[in-house]
């Protein structure tokens, strides 16, 4: 998880802020301190998740591209990174990636993760298919790939969101520490990292 921020997520705090859903800059006085959760609408999230995508897939300056490719041997796969969406169900985090082949032509790829529910947390642990749900040519050869992308964008995004609500006293940013999924609706939790997690004011015995 970095140190900086999307500015799609900076965006989306200063307006929950400005709307009073969200409190002031967070700010730590004790490593591993838990903040309230944040809340973070599916209409909001797709932003975020779209931002969270271009950074998984190496793209960290402005560019105008909005698709990557994949090639392994002869085999090509094109995903648009601007048609990337969520859905949020009870427990249940569902990333929809479009792609495209000449198998296929357009399509799109499920990649559904059983994550905590609002009345079962479960920490930031998922699991999936072994398998996305999508046509047979692009799972059956893609889908290691496909679930670690998606898995990549949507640990990005709760990243980028806890990461743009504060810094603990170190000056590192906040970092997810649990997510629970409702409809329409992921709930995260920030969290100060533990001294091991982050590199910034610790004194080594070289120091002393």
């Known amino acids: 998880m970095g140190d900086t921020v999307s500015a799609q997520a900076t965006r989306h705090v200063r307006a929950e802020r400005a709307a009073r859903r969200y409190d002031a800059p967070l700010q730590a006085r004790a490593t591993g301190q838990v903040f309230p959760p944040l809340r973070l609408e599916q209409a909001a999230a797709r932003e975020l998740l779209q931002a969270s995508a271009r950074r998984a897939a190496g793209l960290f300056r402005a560019s105008t591209h909005t698709q990557i490719v994949w090639v392994e041997g002869q085999r090509e796969l094109a995903i648009e990174l601007k048609g990337l969406d969520i859905v949020f169900g009870d427990g249940l985090v569902t990333v929809l990636l479009p792609v495209f082949c000449e198998q296929t032509g357009a399509a799109r790829v499920q990649v559904p993760f059983a994550v905590g529910s ?6 930031l642990f998922a699991s999936t298919l072994k398998r996305p749900v999508g046509p047979e040519p692009v799972v059956q050869a893609w889908s290691d790939a496909l679930v670690a992308f998606a898995w990549d964008c949507l640990l990005g995004m709760v990243a980028d969101l806890a990461g743009a609500v504060g810094k603990d006293a170190r000056g590192n940013r906040l970092v997810p520490v649990e997510m629970a999924a409702a409809p329409a609706l992921l709930m995260v939790w920030p969290m100060a990292r ?13 120091n002393r």
Do not use: E
């Open 118 to 123: 609002i009345k079962q947390p479960g920490g």
């Open 194 to 206: 533990h001294r091991f997690a982050g590199g910034t004011g610790l004194d080594t015995s070289l």
